[in-house]
């Protein structure tokens, strides 16, 4: 009887009915996000080979160290990192230019803004799918448009080069994810008041200086979100480039290299040191920006 209105008081108080609702919630995210992170660490202090189970043995940091001395990793590395860099650039710039063009009133606005957002409502297997059709050298989309038009006078492997492969998989991340980032920019710019630009056009500030003086630094905290959103994706990717040209080396970046090792070669020890690497760094990458923004928003 004592529990029962225990737990009835516990119910009906506004902390008690918050806690109930949030404890399934903190449970679920514990078993499905915390737990296989810790298994993931405790691998990576061990030699665990799937295909050698006899062998499995704690090693420490062993396997950090092979990752950092592997030419490969090194590689990766560097190939992801132009990745990122390509992919930040293009993705903020086109996003911006879209976001600024739909701030402005013009008819069918609402049309345009629902269809720049389906690149993004594709599932990410399906874009990669997508462009690999549309790259084909034997029966490709843009070899035939291209054919037809004159450009070529005969049909191109787009994905057989090293360097043109890491690039066509550059253009289909940015395909994908410039819809969302303009949406965030759109809603940041839409949230500046009006009366703030009609102030600046009355003391004679042109278009250039409206937006280096006014919009840039009013959207400059959704450029910080969005630039470290893209940078994780970015750095993370894996569907788009696995679907358009599998584990080629040209394109194999450290999301790549993780899966290979840990997936092709069974060497899941290697695989979860690699992949908390690759967290540190991103931990570290937006840490600093994130300071560096700010520091500069303070002074």
């Known amino acids: 009887m004592y529990i029962g209105k225990k737990i009835r008081k516990i119910v009906n108080s506004e902390a008690g009915f918050a806690y109930l609702v949030l404890i399934p919630i903190v449970v679920l995210i514990f078993f499905m996000a915390y737990l296989p992170a810790i298994q993931s660490f405790r691998l990576s202090l061990m030699y665990y080979n799937v295909k050698l189970p006899w062998k499995t043995r704690f090693v420490g940091l062993s396997n950090y160290v092979e990752i950092l001395k592997d030419s490969g990793f090194w590689q990766a590395f560097w190939r992801s990192c132009y990745f990122v860099v390509i992919s930040v650039s293009l993705i903020l710039s086109i996003a911006m230019g879209f976001a600024l063009t739909l701030n402005q009133d013009f008819k069918g606005r609402s049309a345009v803004r629902v269809l720049i957002m389906l690149p993004w409502a594709i599932p990410p297997v399906v874009n990669g799918f997508i462009w690999k059709w549309f790259l084909n050298g034997d029966y490709g989309f843009l070899n035939g448009l291209l054919y037809q038009l004159g450009i070529i006078s005969k049909y191109r492997p787009w994905l057989a080069d090293p360097f043109s492969a890491l690039n066509w998989a550059i253009v289909t991340f940015v395909w994908r994810f410039t819809p969302f980032v303009t949406?965030?920019?759109l809603g940041a710019l839409q949230s500046i008041p009006p009366e703030i630009y009609d102030a600046a056009k009355v003391d004679g500030a042109g278009i250039k200086s409206r937006f280096f003086y006014i919009t840039l630094p009013l959207?400059?905290?959704t450029l910080v979100i969005a630039m470290i959103v893209i940078m994780i994706y970015s750095?993370?990717?894996f569907d788009e480039i696995y679907t358009l040209t599998g584990l080629d080396p040209a394109t194999k970046t450290l999301m790549m290299y993780d899966?290979?090792?840990t997936f092709e070669k069974g060497r899941f020890g290697l695989g979860s040191a690699l992949a908390y690497l690759?967290?540190?760094f991103m931990f570290v990458m937006a840490y600093f920006y994130i300071k560096t923004?700010?520091?500069?928003?303070?002074?």
């Open 293 to 299: 923004i700010y520091r500069e928003v303070e002074h």
């Open 183 to 185: 949406i965030l920019l």
């Open 219 to 221: 959207i400059r905290p």
């Open 278 to 280: 690759i967290g540190i």
């Open 259 to 261: 899966y290979e090792l």
């Open 235 to 237: 750095f993370t990717v």
